[in-house]
């Protein structure tokens, strides 16, 4: 994705892609100055609640998309974790209505890295 917009070797570095780590405001402007520049920007995280409501929150300010953040997303990357601590308050997620459903049921995170 970021290639595809103009940085990669050679070009200057890319803004730090999960703007959740470090809330600076400047790192939510540029991503939004990649979006106005036609980059698709993409959102990927774990299956939490406060995840879920940080990825509503930067979808909504920069034009992201949910990248494989879905209720069957979810339920696969539950898959064989039966246990682990509870995804804290969960709320709904703008872009699938039916994600909150599986998360209140299983009652446990899911990870946004594959197995």
Do not use: C
Not at 86 to 114: F, V, Y
């Amino acid at each position: 994705m970021l290639q595809e917009s103009g940085f990669g070797p050679g070009h200057a570095e890319p803004p730090d892609p999960k703007p959740h780590r470090n809330k600076a405001p400047d790192r939510r402007i540029d991503l939004r100055l990649l979006a106005d520049q036609g980059a698709a920007l993409r959102y990927h995280g774990d299956f939490d609640g406060a995840v879920i409501r940080i990825a509503a929150y930067v979808m909504e300010k920069t034009g992201a998309h949910p990248w494989r953040m879905t209720a069957a997303d979810y339920r696969s990357a539950i898959v064989g974790n039966a246990h682990g601590s509870r995804p804290g308050r969960i709320t709904g997620a703008p872009w699938d209505p039916e994600l909150a459903e599986p998360m209140a049921e299983h009652d446990i995170p899911g990870s946004a890295s594959p197995t």
